[in-house]
């Protein structure tokens, strides 16, 4: 190899020459005397490097004889090691099963006990008594790695360490303790305030519940707080010994408060029916306001009538007043004509008595319908979702079903109360009336008795 390498070089000395003595030679002759000139120059060099060449030969051959033993002790060192390791492999596996064998059934009890402290960390780094006594669960993961990942077995000290942990926390879980720490606002503020803890249940504030985060070990104001009803119970909360206090307790430490204030208020469960949902809200406005002026309206007929039933001289503020001057003002004529006279005032005051019940009735009747097409248009929102995205995802039909439930309920919240106003108005009315015709009758039967008796 090195032989073809000094060739190659000669070679390319060879040209390089060549191309210095073109440049400098004047004529052809000059330029080939000069080419034979390098040449002999050329096989000189080729010779001394072949010479030097041959005398270093013995040394190369030195060099891969040592190489070679080289290898053949690195091969066999590698086979002493490989032998060396099975070797120990089995002093291992006689080791681990004369250390079994000796353990017996305290084997048994360190997998137990691994297991509750890896279930106690778990249980620790969730509960509320955390906010209060921090940094338990650090000492229950270090027990847990160390006794699962080694042969190390507890000590009687960590023993006792996992047993009042969990005795602690079962103290705890009974007692009402106040202590002060820092607290996360609504807002995002940190400030410092004194917290009741209940037990291993809820933690407390200013009359609001808190929550424990455990990613980061802080305390923080649930944005959105319980119904009042629950609120008026946290604030009694004081943590006194001997002190007893209706509370609202959430038993799964913060499960169900959460759930609790995510559940919609009545203000979100009328924006989920959308445009339907106001527009039910709307007629059902309508209506209760042209129920309360009927109401008023025939309340005050109803005692002037009732008035005009108790007094001789017939009045004009009242339709039984009215129908009764039909009488006073036709003295002269006969029965049926006063029949058909009073039948007249009659009819005219019954528009006024029974005036926009018809329109409550309509509402009553619509607001139904109105709602079940929220509900059709709901369904075809949720059906869209689901082509779209499949049913993957909850939340993607959670719109539209809201809708076309709310809108049903909207429709029927309106309608229900619109019937019984209509039956309590329309009842009402029909009493007046009743009254009306009843003392038309009689006023027809005292002339025709007096006509008899002319």
Same mark, same amino acid.
């Given at each position: 190899? #090195?032989?073809?390498?000094?060739?190659?070089?000669?070679?390319?000395? +060879?040209? +390089? *020459?060549?191309?210095? /003595?073109?440049? &400098?030679?004047?004529?052809?002759?000059?330029?080939?005397?000069?080419?034979?000139?390098?040449?002999?120059? %050329?096989?000189?060099?080729?010779?001394?490097?072949?010479?030097?060449?041959?005398?270093?030969?013995?040394? %190369?051959? %030195?060099?891969?004889?040592?190489? #070679?033993?080289?290898?053949?002790?690195?091969?066999?060192?590698?086979?002493?090691?490989?032998?060396?390791?099975?070797?120990?492999?089995?002093?291992?596996?006689?080791?681990?099963?004369?250390?079994?064998?000796?353990?017996?059934?305290?084997?048994?009890?360190?997998?137990?006990?691994?297991?509750?402290?890896?279930? +106690?960390?778990?249980?620790?780094?969730?509960?509320?008594?955390?906010?209060?006594?921090?940094?338990?669960?650090?000492?229950?993961?270090?027990?847990?790695?160390?006794?699962?990942?080694?042969?190390?077995?507890?000590?009687?000290?960590?023993?006792?360490?996992?047993?009042?942990?969990?005795?602690?926390?079962?103290?705890?879980?009974?007692?009402?303790?106040?202590?002060?720490?820092?607290?996360?606002?609504?807002?995002?503020?940190?400030?410092?305030?004194?917290? *009741?803890?209940?037990?291993?249940?809820?933690?407390?504030?200013?009359?609001?519940?808190?929550? /424990?985060?455990?990613?980061?070990?802080?305390?923080?104001?649930?944005?959105? &707080?319980?119904?009042?009803? /629950?609120?008026?119970? !946290?604030?009694?909360?004081?943590?006194?010994?001997?002190? =007893?206090?209706?509370?609202?307790?959430?038993?799964?430490?913060?499960?169900?408060?959460?759930?609790?204030?995510?559940?919609?208020?009545?203000?979100?469960?009328?924006? &989920?029916?959308?445009?339907?949902?106001?527009?039910?809200?709307?007629?059902?406005?309508?209506?209760?306001?042209?129920?309360?002026?009927?109401?008023?309206?025939?309340?005050?007929?109803?005692?002037?009538?009732?008035?005009?039933? #108790?007094?001789? !001289?017939?009045?004009?503020?009242?339709?039984?007043?009215?129908?009764?001057?039909?009488?006073?003002?036709?003295?002269?004529?006969?029965?049926?004509?006063?029949?058909?006279?009073?039948?007249?005032?009659?009819?005219?005051?019954?528009? #006024?008595?029974?005036?926009?019940?018809?329109? =409550?009735?309509?509402?009553?009747?619509?607001?139904?319908?109105?709602?079940?097409?929220?509900?059709?248009?709901?369904?075809?929102?949720?059906?869209?979702?689901?082509?779209?995205?499949?049913?993957?995802?909850?939340?993607?039909?959670?719109?539209?079903?809201?809708?076309?439930?709310?809108?049903?309920?909207?429709?029927?919240?309106?309608?229900?109360?619109?019937?019984?106003?209509? +039956?309590?108005?329309?009842?009402?009315?029909?009493?007046?009336?009743?009254?009306? &015709?009843?003392?038309?009758?009689?006023?027809?039967?005292?002339?025709?008795?007096?006509?008899?008796?002319?």
């Amino acid at each position: 190899m #090195k032989k073809i390498i000094n060739t190659v070089s000669g070679l390319l000395l +060879t040209v +390089t *020459t060549s191309l210095s /003595y073109a440049q &400098q030679a004047a004529s052809l002759d000059e330029l080939l005397s000069q080419l034979e000139q390098g040449k002999i120059a %050329q096989s000189e060099q080729n010779q001394q490097r072949e010479a030097e060449f041959k005398a270093k030969l013995s040394q %190369q051959d %030195q060099l891969l004889a040592s190489a #070679k033993n080289t290898r053949d002790q690195q091969v066999a060192l590698s086979n002493r090691l490989e032998q060396t390791f099975q070797d120990n492999e089995i002093k291992l596996a006689n080791q681990s099963d004369a250390l079994n064998k000796r353990m017996g059934e305290l084997k048994e009890l360190f997998g137990v006990l691994q297991q509750v402290a890896g279930d +106690t960390k778990s249980k620790f780094q969730t509960s509320v008594i955390s906010a209060q006594i921090p940094g338990r669960d650090v000492f229950l993961e270090e027990l847990a790695k160390s006794m699962g990942s080694t042969s190390k077995l507890a000590s009687i000290e960590e023993i006792e360490r996992l047993w009042f942990e969990l005795q602690r926390e079962m103290t705890e879980s009974g007692k009402v303790a106040n202590f002060t720490t820092e607290v996360v606002l609504a807002n995002g503020e940190r400030t410092r305030a004194e917290v *009741t803890r209940v037990g291993g249940f809820n933690l407390l504030s200013g009359g609001k519940y808190l929550e /424990y985060i455990n990613e980061t070990g802080s305390i923080a104001e649930l944005i959105r &707080q319980p119904s009042d009803r /629950y609120l008026a119970t !946290a604030g009694q909360v004081t943590g006194a010994p001997g002190a =007893i206090t209706p509370f609202a307790l959430d038993p799964t430490g913060g499960s169900i408060l959460g759930l609790l204030v995510q559940a919609p208020d009545t203000q979100e469960r009328i924006e &989920q029916g959308g445009s339907v949902g106001y527009v039910i809200l709307a007629i059902g406005l309508i209506g209760l306001l042209i129920a309360i002026e009927r109401f008023i309206t025939l309340f005050i007929v109803g005692s002037k009538v009732n008035r005009q039933l #108790k007094a001789d !001289a017939p009045s004009k503020d009242n339709p039984l007043g009215r129908v009764m001057l039909v009488k006073s003002e036709n003295p002269d004529i006969d029965t049926e004509t006063l029949e058909l006279k009073l039948s007249e005032s009659i009819l005219r005051e019954v528009p #006024k008595l029974s005036s926009r019940l018809t329109l =409550i009735k309509i509402i009553s009747v619509v607001a139904p319908l109105i709602g079940l097409l929220g509900t059709v248009t709901g369904m075809i929102n949720t059906f869209q979702a689901i082509t779209l995205f499949g049913t993957g995802d909850p939340k993607l039909m959670a719109g539209g079903i809201s809708q076309a439930l709310v809108t049903t309920v909207l429709g029927l919240v309106v309608a229900i109360p619109m019937v019984f106003l209509f +039956t309590l108005l329309h009842t009402r009315s029909r009493n007046i009336i009743n009254i009306l &015709q009843q003392q038309s009758a009689g006023i027809i039967a005292e002339r025709a008795e007096a006509e008899k008796g002319a």
